[in-house]
Structures are given as structure tokens and as C-alpha cells.
């Protein structure tokens, strides 16, 4: 049964950090590119993050750049993302998600696979 889980999230104060996991059973996910986005209440789900299924690719939101960091580790078939210096305006629920080929993008029509999400709140 192919399952797509993110862990990590949670309550943190502005400025703190969080690393995100992206776990897949059921499918490989060497292959693929893999994307996190988030959605906030009433926003559209947004791309933050992806990365080749090779690894060598990495493309971050103007908005996370500098703070997020991206990686893979294909041999436990799992997906980071290392979330630091968090601001109040990166709340939101964040979904890891996969694509049926090895290059990244941030448009959500890329990606086929979804996992049901992981609340980060960043507030004081």
C-alpha cells in the first residue's frame, strides 16, 4: 500500500527551526522529484521546496531561500526539509508530495502523490 507521511512539525517561536520528514512505503522514491508545499488558511497551497530525484537539484520559494534547506536520503526513501530562522508567515500545513519523473518544479499539477500533511505554527 503506497503511504506518503510527513512528520516534524509543531509549535515553535519565531526565529527557531524545524526539520521536516518525508517518508514513502509502497513506492521508490529514488526516481523521483520530490516537492514540499504549504497552505495556509485561506491561501492557496503554495511551492516551497524540490529536489531532483538525484539530489543534484534544488529550487527554493524566494520567500524560504537562505532559511529552508531541501535533502534526500534514498536509501531510507525518506525527504527533509530543514526549516530555520521560521517567521509567524510560515505557518501553515505542509505536504510532501512526488513526482512521476526526476525533475523538480513547485507547480502542484507536477506531483501525483500527496501525503496528508504536517501542521507548522510559529508564533510567541
Known amino acids: 500500500q503506497l503511504q506518503i507521511v510527513e512528520s516534524g512539525g509543531g509549535l515553535v517561536q519565531p526565529g527557531g527551526s524545524l526539520r521536516l520528514s518525508c517518508a514513502a512505503s509502497?513506492?521508490?522514491?529514488?526516481?523521483?522529484?520530490i516537492a514540499w508545499f504549504r497552505q495556509a488558511p485561506g491561501k492557496e497551497r503554495e511551492g516551497v521546496s524540490c529536489?531532483?530525484?538525484?539530489?543534484?537539484?534544488?529550487y527554493y520559494a524566494d520567500s524560504v531561500k537562505g532559511r529552508f534547506y531541501i535533502s534526500r536520503d534514498n536509501a531510507k526513501n525518506t525527504v527533509y526539509l530543514q526549516m530555520n530562522g521560521l517567521k509567524p508567515e510560515d505557518t501553515a500545513v505542509y505536504y510532501c508530495a512526488t513526482a512521476p519523473w526526476g525533475w523538480g518544479s513547485l507547480n502542484p499539477a507536477d506531483y501525483e502523490y500527496w501525503g496528508q500533511g504536517t501542521q507548522v505554527t510559529v508564533s510567541s
Open positions: 529536489i531532483s530525484s538525484g539530489g543534484g537539484n534544488k
Open positions: 509502497g513506492i521508490t522514491l529514488e526516481k523521483s522529484a
